[in-house]
């Protein structure tokens, strides 16, 4: 398998800025230079990701996982996290790709391959790189370099990647990524409402309701899909934000307030907690090394 990495590793870092692959519906591309020092905030959405080269740390909830070559990564809920990678250098960059997931296309393939019946699984896991799985990731992103038969070659490598992951250990957890009805599509509810309003308080009476759970089972749920309880969910969303805010200004107090906090203090506090040095700090920080960043694979 080391061979095919390489092959495409090459072919990823060739393409990578190239308009070609930004052709290709639903994968994203990721190349750097070197390891990171510090975490950077990130917003996990439902997706598949491969490294090609290097290896990633990231802390999602309660949860600390690594994935290299060696694995693969997928998540079937938005999750926010703390990602760091950890191998990688000017002359072997780490290198990912990724898939976000398309919620019809996994039905169509659930209808045609139901499979066994749905356990209750977390909302994100990491798994072991089969040659199947990467055969179907050489056929996607060999594509870049016939670009012409992106629009009909794509979807088929797309469906066997999906097909793959479905037919491998973390089936399950993909499976419930399609559907709308389950627990964790009501989870999905949750985390929808939270999104939408996280600079507002939580009420988990509401949140349970908008989801159509009871307090109790909206709190056993959630956290197993997410690794964390719904109030820890909207705080890493409060401070990510006041993260993005404190970026292009410095008045800590004033992106506290942004995000939903009632006391500088506390949110001092919070966030010295998360991201390990004060707001104000912080921000100067990441303004001059450029570490905060989007980007997920």
């Not at 990130?42 to 490294?51: G, I, K, N």
């Not at 250098?89 to 919620?103: E, I, K, N």
């Not at 969910?233 to 992106?255: G, H, N, T, V």
């Not at 700090?281 to 989007?294: G, K, N, T, Y």
Request: aromatic fraction near 6%; hydrophobic fraction near 45%; charged fraction near 20%.
């Amino acid at each position: 398998m080391q061979d095919r990495l390489t092959a495409l590793c090459d072919l990823a870092i060739r393409h990578a800025d190239a308009p070609a692959a930004a052709s290709i519906p639903r994968v994203g591309f990721h190349v750097a230079q070197e390891a990171a020092a510090t975490a950077s905030p990130v917003l996990y959405r439902p997706m598949v990701v491969m490294v090609l080269q290097g290896a990633k740390r990231v802390l999602i909830g309660e949860r600390e996982l690594r994935y290299d070559t060696a694995s693969y990564f997928v998540g079937s809920v938005d999750l926010p996290a703390s990602s760091c990678i950890i191998e990688a250098s000017t002359g072997t960059p780490y290198v990912a790709v990724s898939l976000a997931l398309d919620q019809q296309c996994l039905a169509d393939l659930m209808a045609g391959n139901p499979g066994a019946a749905s356990r209750e699984t977390m909302g994100f896991a990491v798994s072991p790189v089969t040659p199947q799985l990467l055969d179907a990731w050489s056929r996607l992103i060999g594509l870049l370099d016939t670009p012409a038969d992106i629009p009909v070659l794509a979807p088929l490598a797309e469906r066997e990647i999906l097909y793959r992951v479905l037919q491998g250990p973390q089936g399950d957890l993909i499976r419930q990524a399609a559907r709308v009805e389950g627990r964790l599509a009501q989870v999905r509810q949750a985390i929808e409402w939270i999104r939408t309003n996280f600079d507002r308080p939580l009420r988990t009476e509401i949140l349970a309701e908008v989801a159509g759970m009871s307090v109790a089972s909206l709190h056993r749920h959630f956290r197993k899909a997410t690794a964390m309880s719904p109030l820890q969910y909207q705080k890493a969303l409060r401070l990510q934000e006041a993260r993005r805010l404190l970026i292009a200004q410095s008045d800590a107090a004033r992106a506290g307030f942004a995000v939903g906090y009632e006391s500088a203090s506390q949110f001092s506090r919070e966030y010295t907690r998360m991201f390990g040095a004060p707001p104000a700090r912080d921000a100067v920080r990441l303004r001059q090394a450029e570490i905060f960043a989007d980007e997920v694979a």
